[in-house]
């Protein structure tokens, strides 16, 4: 059932970005509509059955607390099960459609053919440090490739923050000892729209300290022959441990922080 909204769309995957802006506009559109459906009707009724004194006392049929006006299987019980029909049917639409989406958001798309690129993101007071397959780092800046599923886990070194991207509309917990996952990809469509290098703003969204309003940075996606080259130029500054521990170095992410940190 979930598998054809995918497929529907080809070989592209989707961001989060997509998804989330389509599922608030459907929301946004079916609730406008209804809302402008039932408001209506329930003012078309309150001048239908206004109370214009022509109606003698006797023969009103009020309504009574805790009985449904089933008007003894006539209009008005119609009336009540085509609305808690319709009702039905649209809710269970949506929740339907919506878990759907949402399933693909957690999983992410399926890029077995092109392989993701992992980032280790971690948090710390007051700043984001970027851990690359290869062991470079880089502070503030995150530097990935267009058209690339890009993996993050999310974790952090001293106190809680709470890494995200409003604008890729992706948003993770960075807890000490623990990763969070989540995935984010920018179409090259996206970054020539934006010159060659599309920016995103990162903030931290988990009160952590006087510096949280200041713990922001920046997502840079590239074309990907660019970033491939950004890449490659990485590899002689990599403390990855596989390398250190040939050299003989100690094979810690601190020692790929502090040599990797830019500029
Ligand atoms: Cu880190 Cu707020």
């Not at 179409?187 to 290098?197: K, L, P």
Request: contains cysteine; glycine residues 10%.
């Amino acid at each position: 059932m979930i598998d054809p909204i995918i497929l529907q769309q080809g070989s592209d995957w989707r961001a989060q970005a997509e998804v989330f802006d389509e599922i608030f506009f459907v929301f946004l559109a079916l609730g406008t509509l209804v809302g402008t459906i039932v408001v209506a009707y329930t003012l078309w009724n309150v001048f239908k059955y206004r109370d214009d004194g022509s109606e003698p006392k006797e023969d009103f049929d009020a309504p009574i607390v805790g009985e449904l006006p089933t008007g003894q299987g006539g209009p008005k019980a119609k009336k009540l099960f085509l609305s808690f029909g319709l009702s039905a049917i649209v809710v269970i639409s949506l929740v339907v459609y919506a878990y759907g989406l949402l399933l693909y958001v957690e999983e992410g798309p399926d890029t077995s053919d092109a392989g993701n690129i992992e980032i280790t993101v971690e948090g710390y007071q007051f700043g984001w440090e970027y851990i690359y397959p290869n062991g470079y780092s880089t502070r503030g800046e995150m530097i990935v490739p267009a058209d690339q599923r890009i993996d993050l886990n999310v974790t952090s070194r001293d106190v809680w923050h709470n890494f995200g991207s409003s604008e890729l509309r992706i948003k993770s917990d960075a807890i000490p000892g623990e990763y969070s996952s989540t995935w984010f990809s920018v179409s090259s469509e996206d970054v020539e729209a934006q010159g060659g290098e599309a920016t995103y703003r990162v903030e931290c969204f988990e009160l952590c300290g006087a510096g949280h309003s200041a713990m922001t940075g920046q997502i840079t996606v590239l074309p990907q022959d660019e970033w491939e080259e950004w890449y490659a130029g990485t590899q002689g500054e990599n403390t990855s441990s596989v390398d250190s521990a040939g050299a003989g170095n100690a094979s810690s992410v601190d020692n790929a922080v502090i040599r990797g940190a830019p500029a």
